[in-house]
């Protein structure tokens, strides 16, 4: 199977403000966009079981012109509180990397 990082050059994740966590998702050409955008792994409900959100309040948000995906989810406590493991949000890609795509 494909993986995320096999079709992508750049898959970050940030801050969106102190309750959201964004997601840039940049596929390496239109091609690869075309063909993974909307796959399962890349799913609201996917992203709800990997970082414990829940599926409704996941935003997918597909790029065309610049082959990419914008997906944001609440974070389940709020930026800086007591058991905060990463303030900036800018490890919370990693375990995007090894998802495997259906294409």
Partial sequence: MVKLRDVCHEIRSKNAGPFWVT?????????????????????????????????????????????????????????GGMVERDMHSGQQYVPLLDAELAG
């Fill in 23 to 79: 997601f840039d998702i940049f596929f390496d050409g239109p091609g690869n966009f075309a063909r993974y955008h909307d796959d399962p792994a890349l799913s609201a409900d996917s992203f709800a079981r990997l970082y414990g959100a829940e599926a409704a309040m996941v935003k997918r948000i597909p790029v065309d012109d610049l082959s990419m995906i914008k997906i944001s989810y609440p974070r389940t406590t709020p930026q």
